[in-house]
């Protein structure tokens, strides 16, 4: 069997790396494709910031298998995200990794109590990304957006420490808001990819062909109830941000008004996601990060 292949975008190393140099990598993974995310973490204590970028590098490594190899085979797909869990896995029991990516992954876990089952859940809906290709019901994108999204939720909330564990739903609720954000806006590019992420009885409610990639007013409605939907988990969401340390919610607060205001950018484009993909730039995320630093320095 040929040696499964691994994610060209992310340049890796040749050779050994340092710890120091496993999480600066993770960091470099994050600016340059979570720029939301990265600027985010700028409002967190330093101490904490390279643990974020670790787990950042994990999901980013593993998305990549599934979408940026080329055109590989999706048996050679598994057989690559299947090799990336098992060599995770079997770093994090003997508690060192010499992977480049991993070993700041490792490093993170043994320092923070984080629940190893929330990876082996986050690798099993990337896996159902390789095959599936649309969800007929909200309760059924919920259980694939349980491992791709409010998983990450319960990743983080170990190392921004909330006061009250009720913020574990909440933390939940966030990361499934940041995951129909962003399906919301990348109707176009998923398409591209064969993949539908709004549920198939919502399209159907609002008589939308996806598949013609217009904006027409029943796509808008439909828009419309799908961006009412996120906003209710971003309300519940901030119920979670008020039960973390002010550090620690100024960062995720960031993320999150940052985050929503991508729906802003899709209503003012009148929804039309296919014309233009909606976005915030980078220079206004780094203002609002460098208004919240200031009680704090750097």
């Known amino acids: 069997m040929p040696t499964p292949p691994t994610p060209t975008t992310h340049l890796l190393p040749n050779g050994p790396v340092t710890l120091a140099q496993s999480y600066a990598l993770c960091k470099d993974f994050n600016k340059r494709h979570g720029t939301t995310y990265y600027w985010s973490t700028k409002v967190l204590p330093a101490d904490k910031r390279p643990h974020v970028h670790a787990l950042y590098g994990f999901c980013r490594y593993a998305d990549d298998i599934v979408d940026d190899l080329g055109p590989v085979p999706v048996a050679q797909r598994q057989a690559a995200l299947a090799g990336f869990g098992e060599r995770f896995f079997r770093d994090l029991d003997s508690g060192a990794s010499a992977d480049p990516v991993l070993m700041a992954v490792v490093d993170t876990v043994q320092k923070f109590p984080i629940d190893p089952e929330c990876f082996r859940r986050f690798l099993r809906s990337m896996t159902m990304d390789l095959t599936v290709e649309k969800y007929e019901t909200w309760e059924d994108l919920l259980q694939y957006m349980d491992g791709s999204a409010a998983v990450i939720g319960e990743m983080m909330l170990p190392i921004l420490e909330p006061h009250d564990p009720a913020a574990f739903g909440h933390a939940r609720d966030l990361g499934n808001a940041f995951q129909l954000t962003n399906f919301l806006r990348d109707i176009n590019e998923d398409l591209d990819r064969g993949r539908v992420y709004i549920p198939q009885e919502d399209v159907r409610r609002f008589g939308v062909d996806m598949s013609q990639r217009t904006c027409t007013p029943e796509f808008v409605e439909l828009m419309k109830f799908e961006i009412v939907r996120c906003r209710t988990l971003y309300a519940s969401a901030d119920n979670g941000i008020a ?29 039309d996601v296919f014309a233009k993909r909606a976005s915030v730039s980078t220079i206004h995320k780094a203002l609002m990060v460098t208004r919240l630093m200031l009680p704090f320095g750097s």
């Open 243 to 271: 039960m973390l340390p002010n550090r620690s919610a100024r960062c995720i607060r960031a993320a999150r008004v940052l985050y929503s205001r991508i729906l802003d950018r899709i209503e003012a484009q009148h929804h």
